[in-house]
């Protein structure tokens, strides 16, 4: 396929249809963007304003968590509880066995005074 350099009025036509067509399709490209670029504006000032309210959001909730010394603490308490119910635990166990002795007097008694009664 050559190139023949002499000029007709197909080519010229041609050339100037595809000239016409490209001109169209930029300036409808270009016309479309202005006319949109207000609206995309105002999507992405919505879209970030969404996100700043989303993050608000999340740096409340994680200022009223509690910190790793607010653990810690609570970590310490609970021990201390633990403790503290180990030695209840031991008390009542031991309160349970004086109390076994005492139902066994309280039974020799009245087996005594039953007995003895006859």
Known sequence: MEFDPTFTWSNLV??????VSFGTAVYAWISSRRT???ERFKQGSDRMDRHENRLIALEQSIKSMPSREDVHKIELSMERMNGTMARMEAVLEGNQQIMGRLENIVSRHES???QGNR
């Open 14 to 19: 041609a050339f100037v249809t595809l000239a």
């Open 36 to 38: 949109n670029v207000e």
């Open 112 to 114: 005594h005074l039953l």
